[in-house]
């Protein structure tokens, strides 16, 4: 048998099961899970800010695990150990999927919300959207590079050539971007919840020229800015701090409202995106780079049956890092 935390519907406390262990089907892995990190979409799934998916799913998407069997087909051998992402699975046939941009595809499927994820001890997934994984990093520390550091990398992809770049809310997602930032050479700027002294400190030990509450003007003007905290009124606050023609990358799945603003704050070529989701090509790029980065992967480790406990701490924005689940 094999246990798993499951969210029945928005709202409700996480419920654990017992189930058979999966099997895996054609082209399938069936994968021990060695640790899973908590992202903060988890918590938009089980709060109800993204649509439940109406059956009761497990989360978790950020998963390293080793893999036990394989269906046919699959490429990742028994016994090699292998990273799975939110992106699930893809269509692979409408105009984003042929176009390199599969992160959007209307059909796709998530890992930890349609699909059942990591906060278990067995995991079924996909092997064309599972990577091997940098040698050298132990299961724990790997895991944040699975969302926080993909789609991380993403969103500072799309922030452009910014030489001074602000991170508003300085989660798993941002410690992992600003070093990879700096170890670029530019400068960053981390806006912190206000009052959260913790969390600034911490953006200064990672090298942050400057660390501040987020209701703070920016000290320099920004070339660009990353948006993680889900919080809309950050928006308009961040157009305000980039310079004509910076780019603000607002980075989560779900947001709060953003309150209206002058055009004044957008004008001067400011440019307003999201980032969606990543692709597998994202992966492969960054997970080729992270070694390379001297990355320090700050985590708290927490035992599968901590979840609801560990999801607390996200909510309440107590975690320094990344939170990793071990079954
Ligand atoms: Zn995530
Ligand atoms: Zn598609």
């Known amino acids: 048998m094999s246990r798993a935390l499951c969210c029945d519907r928005p709202g409700a406390p996480l419920r654990a099961i017992e189930r058979p262990v999966p099997a ?9 899970v060695e640790a899973c990190a908590v992202c903060r979409t988890d918590l938009h799934v089980v ?11 497990v989360p978790g998407h950020e998963i390293v695990g080793t893999v036990l069997a394989a269906g046919a087909g699959a490429n990742h051998a028994p016994g090699s150990r292998v990273g799975v992402p939110w992106l699930g699975w893809t269509c692979g046939r409408c105009e984003w999927c042929t176009s390199g ?38 299961a724990v520390h790997a895991a944040p590079l ?6 991380g990398w993403r969103a500072l992809k799309a922030a452009g050539a910014a030489t001074a770049l602000g991170l508003y809310g300085f989660g798993a997602a941002a410690h992992l971007v600003a070093q990879v930032a700096r170890h670029q050479g530019r400068r960053v700027y981390a806006f912190v919840r206000p009052g959260d002294a913790t969390a600034a400190a911490f953006a200064r030990d990672l090298g942050c020229e400057w660390a501040g509450p987020s209701d703070a003007p920016a000290p320099v003007a920004l070339d660009a800015a990353i948006l993680f905290a889900p919080v809309g009124a950050l928006v308009p606050a961040a157009l305000r701090a ?15 409202d953003i309150p209206s603003f002058p055009y004044a704050w957008l004008w001067g070529e400011r440019v307003l995106r999201s980032v969606a989701n990543l692709t597998r090509a994202d992966a492969a790029e960054f997970l080729a780079l992270a070694p390379t980065l001297g990355l320090r992967i700050e985590v708290e480790t927490h035992p599968l049956a901590a979840a609801e406990a560990t999801l607390a701490r996200l909510r309440a924005g107590q975690v320094s890092g990344a939170a990793v689940l071990v079954p």
């Open 24 to 32: 895996p089907g054609p082209g399938e892995l069936l994968i021990a």
């Open 47 to 57: 709060d109800g800010d993204l649509p439940h998916p109406g059956r009761p799913v």
């Open 101 to 138: 941009r599969e992160n959007l595809c209307p059909a796709a499927r998530f890992t930890g919300w349609q699909i059942d994820g990591g906060y278990a001890e067995h995991v079924v997934a996909d092997d064309r959207y599972c990577f091997a994984l940098p040698a050298g990093l132990d």
């Open 146 to 151: 699975l969302c926080a550091g993909l789609i």
């Open 242 to 256: 980039v310079k004509p023609g910076g780019t603000v990358v607002c980075a989560g799945i779900h947001m709060s």
